[in-house]
């Protein structure tokens, strides 16, 4: 049995999401600095103007869990820092329990089996430790089930993100039936046969309990479809494939009530045009664009941002840029690959591995075709968010080639804030690729010779034929915009 709370809170909507709005740094003098992070949901959530709100998530490091620790109420003070009006409560899940659930669960296992990024033969294995993390994965997740519980008002609006929080929906419906609950998934969804590597509990955990939520939402259609696909293998849940409904046959493990149906929902989030075209132009993108001018002088540029992440298939990227210079010399001292690779989880072998081999192929492409006046490939691995903005208003071409990406924002950043428009060489298995497909030149991100095709192609195109393409890329791009993608979850709910 369950027991259901009787003590309400006073958020008419919330937000759950492991990273949350704010994170904090100590500064030398042992005070604690804020900053605001960016994407998608933030802009997004700026459209609630309700004081009411409230945001919770995760502490992510020691200065974030002192932040929790030292706020009243569990409720961090954001006055004047521009993060909406809405309240954050940071969870102070201890270190280790939040480690395994983070690290061990949600970026070593779902989202390796979200962007198909095992190498079978030796992984995964699921043993001892696997269960010892998959046990803290529960209860990070309970306490955040717990802490929605207790911030709700009767009748709340609740909108969980992502795969750090696939349980919550249904734990959080077993105490709070009241509750309009939602789920979002900003990954892909594995196809049945590929999300089968999981052990079949735990799959089954991560379906039941999204399927806690009323509706469960997804980038694409092709994301949507594969979960219901899911469902339907593995729980034998029954799929409206025109309705986009997901029924479970019978009361789950959790609980989840006989006939319960989920509906799937598709929200394309677009780029937030009005802020990405004015902080583009803001001096110091202008200073770093001078900068990248001079070291670039004349020649095309070939432009690609990411976090150093597996999945966004850097080192095919460079192999492809290698190819192109040695089957292309047309384009020596023509032609500069400007590689932004910023850090990413990096307690995680496989990342610190994957950084090392960017940096050895960014090695050896440089004693390959670097002169004393050319450099052929620019690459920096520290975050910078202005000087990403001025490669994007730079570039001749933009490279975003991932093996698998929920949706891919830098596909849809750059055609926005392109200075004279942009060839886009766009991955096939990137969600923005729906979109953008028409006007992208498609790529199947493990054929590097093709890669190499489509860069020259896109080098090769005509300024006007770029100009065309890039105005259409941004409008789709844009059609969605964060603000309206969040309403239309919250209003469907
Ligand atoms: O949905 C994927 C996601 O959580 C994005 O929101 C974000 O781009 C990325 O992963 C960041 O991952 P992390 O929070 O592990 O740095």
Partial sequence: TTERSSVTGTAPVLVASNRGPVSFSTSDDGTLTLRRGGGGLVSGLSAIDDPHAVWVCAALGDADRRA??????GRLDLAGHEVGSQAVRMLDIDPQTFARAYNGVANSTLWFVHHLLYATPTAPSFDAGFRTEWAAYQAYNTAFAEALAAEAAPNAAVLVQDYHLSLVPALLRETRPDLRIGHFSHTPWAPPEYYRLLPDDVARAVLTGILGADRAGFLTERWARAFAACCEDLLGATVDHKELTVTLPQPSAGGTPIGRTTRLGVHALGADADFLRER???????????ALRTAVGDRRT?????????????????????HLLRTRPEWHDRVVHIAFAYPSRTDLAEY????AAVRRLADEIDEEFATPTWQPLILHVNDDFPRSLAAYRLADVALVNPIRDGMNLVAKEVPVVSDRGCALVLSREAGAHSELGDDALTVNPYDVIATAEALHTGLSMSPEERAERTKRLAAAATALPPQQWFLDQLNEL
């Fill in 352 to 355: 610190r591995d994957y950084t």
């Fill in 280 to 290: 583009a132009h803001r001096p110091d993108v202008d200073e770093r664009l001078a």
């Fill in 68 to 73: 929790a620790r030292e706020a009243p109420d």
């Fill in 302 to 322: 070939i432009v690609r941002v990411d976090r150093t992440e597996l999945s966004k298939n850097i080192v095919r990227g460079l192999q492809a840029y290698r």
